[in-house]
Antibody, heavy 120, light 112 residues
Framework: QVQLQESGPGLVKPSETLSLTCTVSGDSITNYHWNWIRQSPGKGPEWIAFIYHSGNTKYNPSLKSRVTISVDTSKNQFALKLSSVTPADTAMYYC??????????????WGQGTLVTVSS | QSVLTQPPSVSGAPGQRLTISCTGSSSNIGALNDVKWYQQLPGKAPKLIIY???YRPSGVPDRFSGSKSGTSASLAISGLQAEDEADYYCQSYETSLGGFYVFGTGTKVTVL
């Protein structure tokens, strides 16, 4: 059974960089594309970015200038860095696998999520 | 930043049938991109309940059904049960600006 677990600070100061790590168990990170998705309180999810083990990446245009996603195949982990954060970046951050079934893709499974608050 | 619009809330009595709409545009749902639906229970991560517009993953009750027409999609819940009380989100792929995944604004389903 594939499981994902997010880790990182729950509180980040404005203008600083948010850093999170997702540890994957039950599947090799060399399979599939691995994603970060966030959800602000009371809002719908917002896709942030994905990475493939080769280093191929794709970013949400609205966040691209501030986001870096990376992968560590030796640890079966991938990471997110979001720079110059503001209180608007306060959200639950999820990591998720982009599962493929033929030509159809969906996010499954998701991690349990980690709440990141941006505040001084 | 959601480009897929859903009604904020719908409600119904146990046993009733509900439908949730998801309105997009020619650059996402209308661009032949399939729609997925996720159910989010309180305090939990979203869970896939419909993929490729109409298909249910194994284990999802057949009370849930999906459809798509033009630039919109719908999720129907028939025989509403108390355990269906949750937030529901549609999801597709936006083809503009290089392409990125998009979710709906979300619909809160309340079982009366």
């Amino acid at each position: 059974q594939v499981q994902l677990q997010e880790s990182g600070p729950g509180l980040v100061k404005p203008s600083e960089t948010l850093s999170l790590t997702c540890t994957v168990s039950g599947d090799s990170i060399t399979n599939y594309h691995w994603n970060w998705i966030r959800q602000s309180p009371g809002k719908g999810p917002e896709w942030i970015a994905f990475i493939y083990h080769s280093g191929n990446t794709k970013y949400n245009p609205s966040l691209k200038s501030r986001v870096t996603i990376s992968v560590d195949t030796s640890k079966n982990q991938f990471a997110l860095k979001l720079s110059s954060v503001t209180p608007a970046d306060t959200a639950m951050y999820y990591c998720a696998r982009l599962y493929s079934y033929g030509s159809v893709l969906w996010f499954d499974p998701w991690g349990q999520g980690t709440l990141v608050t941006v505040s001084s | 930043q959601s480009v897929l619009t859903q009604p904020p809330s719908v409600s119904g009595a146990p046993g009733q049938r509900l439908t949730i709409s998801c309105t997009g545009s020619s650059s996402n749902i209308g661009a032949l991109n399939d729609v997925k639906w996720y159910q989010q229970l309180p305090g939990k991560a979203p869970k896939l309940i419909i993929y490729d517009n109409t298909y249910r993953p194994s284990g999802v009750p057949d009370r849930f059904s999906g459809s798509k027409s033009g630039t919109s999609a719908s999720l129907a819940i028939s025989g509403l049960q108390a355990e269906d009380e949750a937030d529901y989100y549609c999801q597709s792929y936006e083809t503009s600006l290089g392409g990125f995944y998009v979710f709906g604004t979300g619909t809160k389903v309340t079982v009366l």
